[in-house]
């Protein structure tokens, strides 16, 4: 029966000894800390992925290759997981089979390195959609659990962890006949097992299917909790950690098993948090930020308070571990040039146009600055940003009744003779500041001097975390007589903003931000001052610090507008930013780099710092806005318009997105610049129209409608471009308010210029454009788009007809119109009860409901 056992043959695969050694070859290079060897091993790479057997030579090391040390066999994998990630669908079935048949042999390998390599490799196969087509993975990943030899089970379970991870949903779906109701009781076997590796996997596990309420888990959930309960006081660190992170999801997703014992969670919690290490302390942590946003809250934590608070403003203060990945004792480093990896994007908002409405009259701005945010250095997570955040939230669920806890505790902080004490008392004001605000009024008159004293401390950090509690209070100062403290503040963040540190630095600009925002017209009469040290900055600065410098001076502009318009304070401004402007070398990555280099090389390098371009836009947006006409010599001496038409095209929405609100400031600005790109920029805007990115989507739109305003009749060629997409956004259901109203406007403005082009197609707009543009008050854009509507009603009448009942609606909205605008209500208005006779007019209008009809009979006689 020989060919019986050609049928079943395995799959016999031997490496060439040549072919071998060139890829061994290619993965020692790759170690290599020199960049350019990298970048050739990596051409060297895609290239080999040409050769069909290429990754089996990759698996053969993996796991065959003994003789070779580990980080070598272990990086052979990690490519392999590339390739499998970017050409899977490619591989010939005969490897494919020979890896997954050899992932599975190796899962047990002696070295843990390469387990988990195995692991890796085997969720990323997974997840390429191959769950379903390996049937037998995860059984056999199940029965290997149970061997007995220690390196299996553990590999198996690194391996299972990793796709519980990475394909928790398809694994709770009917796709693969529901494997969890087997795995989840499997699973929770293992968390009473003498190994504390294995344990902390075996939780770990189960916990990718809390928060999706997983059924096969919610069947034993209470065997899960019980079993949580047994491991409370595991000596391993991992296993604790996974229990808080349990009970943490638990606490959102079955609050009613917890309520029972939650007298112990908290008391077990307390302790967590204050545990040894550092991990479980941040999961602990986490609990009391979740159960802050629980209605029960108030209730279950009041008699815990007088043990919790202390505990959280405890691990408020900075670990020595901090203070020195936080360089915490180098005072002065503003003349050291920023590191690469200093230069981490801050989150930064881009500018979204909208219109003013009568309801409200201000736009809805996310709150997203006041997030607790001070050193954004270390890992961008830990205990100490927990504890201030749970404070906060607490703060806000409490409000005042959280004080008496508070300040007996702050009184001993804020005045310690130990910095770093005394620094996270004033952290702890800064976190209290939004939820006990009415409480600490009485205290302010002291706290606020004192603190502005902090400000010159004489140490770094804890000047830095001044200039953020203080921003916290900024609304309040802005409140009392301008000499009082909003001067001394002022001058002291001043002086902060030249500060020899740049952590402070950086802070003295955030804080000094929020303050203009609170404080707007009442800085007018120091701009000079404010001016003198902002420019002063532009040649002080460090890169990572001047984005947040644009961004003070774009908040400026914005918040005293026109005042910002005099000659003097002009000169001051704009040759400095011209300078830089115009020093922007191409490897710089100061504010638009390598834009030319990265489009046409982009393998080549790296790309330019987004949030740099983000910030230079909105920065030259609100100078735009704020001195008009005058920023034309800027405009004149520099390259802005080419690196804005870079920025139209990039790849990043909210590079996108500011630089159509730059145009549409600088159309209105200085039109003279932009008219000679007009062809070049519209079909960008065109393609831009997508309302799938909202805001970018709006701000193209907005730049449109000032774009016609300027050209005029000269916009024609351009109407086929634009003008069907902004009839089909605003068709859509659930488009967002702001960005119908500003398509409405547009449209409006399009059919002012070129009526002959738009009104053709009133009746497909007519309706929600009259809805969208009820709401908004009188202003220059909703005249220029009802000019434009009247305009291509006399063009196309029967286009409004169906619809008219809504241009009724729509024109009462009016409060104040310029009277030729009213003359041309009144002149549709009548020509249409004309036309039909006043029998049919009062037929028609007995439909109005009372208040739109007595309106128009007083305003328009009809």
Not at 160 to 168: G, H, M, T
């Amino acid at each position: 029966m020989v060919w019986d056992r050609q049928t079943k043959m395995e799959y016999e695969w031997k490496p060439d000894e040549q072919g071998l050694q060139q890829i061994l070859q290619l993965l020692k290079e790759s170690q290599s800390p020199d960049t350019t060897i990298q970048r050739t091993v990596q051409q060297k790479l895609e290239q080999l992925n040409q050769y069909p057997d290429f990754n089996n030579y990759l698996i053969f090391v993996l796991t065959k290759l003994k003789s070779e040390d580990e980080p070598t066999r272990s990086l052979s994998g990690l490519i392999l997981k590339n390739n499998v990630k970017a050409h899977f669908q490619n591989f010939p079935n005969g490897v494919t089979d020979f890896i997954k048949s050899e992932c599975l042999n190796n899962i047990g390998d002696a070295s843990p390195l390469i387990r988990a390599t195995v692991g890796i490799l085997i969720t990323t196969i997974a997840s390429k959609g191959e769950l379903q087509n390996w049937p037998d993975l995860l059984p056999k990943l199940c029965s290997l659990l149970d061997s007995e030899d220690y390196n299996t089970c553990e590999g198996a379970f690194g391996a299972l962890q990793k796709i519980c991870e990475d394909s928790a949903e398809i694994l709770d779906s009917d796709v693969l006949d529901r494997p969890l109701n087997i795995m989840i009781p499997k699973f929770l076997q293992f968390f009473k097992h003498s190994s504390p590796k294995i344990r902390s996997h075996a939780v770990a596990c189960v916990n990718q299917f809390i928060i999706s309420r997983t059924q096969a888990l919610m069947l034993h959930i209470d065997s899960f909790i019980e079993n949580l309960f047994a491991l409370a006081g595991d000596e391993e660190p991992e296993v604790r950690k996974n229990v808080c992170r349990a009970l943490v999801m638990l606490l959102e997703v079955r609050m009613d098993r917890l309520l029972p014992h939650m007298h112990n969670i908290v008391e077990y919690m307390l302790q967590r948090t204050q545990d040894q290490d550092e991990n479980v302390a941040l999961e602990a942590c986490e609990f009391w930020l979740t159960l802050a946003e629980q209605p029960i809250c108030k209730d279950v934590l009041v008699r815990h308070l007088p043990k919790l608070i202390p505990v959280l403003v405890n691990g408020m203060k900075y670990s020595d571990i901090d203070i020195i990945l936080l360089k915490g004792d180098v005072e002065e480093d503003e003349t050291i040039p920023d590191s690469e990896q200093d230069i981490r994007p801050r989150f930064h908002r881009s500018r979204t146009v909208a219109q003013q409405h009568d309801e409200d009259g201000i736009e809805e701005e996310d709150d997203d600055d006041d997030e607790i945010d001070d050193d954004d250095t270390i890992s961008d997570w830990n205990l100490r940003k927990c504890s201030a955040a749970a404070l906060d939230v607490l703060a806000n669920v409490y409000r005042d009744e959280l004080l008496p806890h508070i300040l007996p505790l702050l009184k001993e902080l804020l005045f310690h003779h130990e910095w770093v004490v005394k620094e996270s008392g004033i952290l702890v004001l800064g976190a209290i500041a939004e939820g006990c605000m009415q409480g600490m009024i009485p205290y302010l008159p002291e706290l606020i001097p004192h603190l502005i004293q902090c400000l010159s401390d004489k140490k770094a950090l804890v000047r830095s975390i001044t200039c953020w509690t203080l921003s916290r209070y900024a609304h309040w100062v802005v409140s009392q007589p301008p000499d009082t403290y909003l001067k001394p503040l002022m001058t002291e963040l001043l002086k902060r903003i030249l500060d020899s540190n740049k952590r402070v630095q950086e802070a003295a600009c955030s804080a000094f931000a929020t303050l203009e925002e609170e404080a707007c017209t009442e800085l007018v009469p120091y701009l000079a001052y404010i001016l003198d040290t902002l420019v002063f900055a532009f040649s002080k600065y460090q890169h990572k610090n001047l984005l947040i410098l644009y961004d003070a001076i774009g908040t400026l502009a914005d918040s005293v507008g026109h005042h910002l318009n005099k000659p003097e304070y002009i000169q001051m401004l704009m040759p400095p930013l011209i300078q830089k402007w115009n020093m922007l070398k191409d490897e710089d990555k100061d504010l638009f780099p390598l834009l030319e280099l990265n489009n046409a090389q982009p393998d080549q390098y790296e790309a330019p710092d987004k949030d740099f371009m983000i910030v230079a836009l909105d920065l030259l947006s609100g100078l735009a806005e704020g001195l008009g006409g005058n920023i034309e010599q800027l405009v004149a001496r520099s390259n802005i318009l080419t690196l804005m038409y870079q920025c139209m095209q990039d790849k990043m929405p909210e590079v996108r997105q500011s630089s159509f609100a730059l145009l549409g400031d600088l159309t209105k600005a200085c039109f003279q610049h932009v008219k000679p790109c007009i062809a070049d920029f519209m079909p960008i805007l065109g393609t831009n129209l997508n309302p799938e990115f909202i805001s970018v989507c709006n701000n193209a739109t907005w730049a449109i409608g000032e774009i016609s305003i300027q050209m005029g009749i000269e916009m024609q060629p351009y109407i086929p471009m634009v003008l069907h997409q902004l009839v089909e956004i605003i068709n859509r259901p659930n488009t967002p308010k702001t960005l119908l109203e500003n398509t409405a406007i547009t449209i409006g403005r399009l059919g002012y210029v070129c009526p002959q082009e738009v009104a053709p197609m009133l009746q497909q707009f007519i309706r929600p454009w009259c809805t969208s543009l009820r709401n908004i008050r009188d202003n220059e854009e909703k005249d220029s788009a009802f000019r434009g509507i009247c305009t291509m009603i006399s063009v196309n009448p029967s286009g409004v007809i169906q619809d008219f009942i809504f241009f009724c609606d729509a024109v009462a909205s009016w409060i104040s119109p310029k009277d030729d605008l009213r003359d041309m209500f009144c002149k549709i208005l009548h020509g249409f009860k004309n036309q039909v006779g006043d029998e049919n007019w009062r037929r028609f209008s007995d439909q109005f409901p009372l208040p739109l009809k007595e309106r128009l009979a007083a305003f328009y006689g009809v």
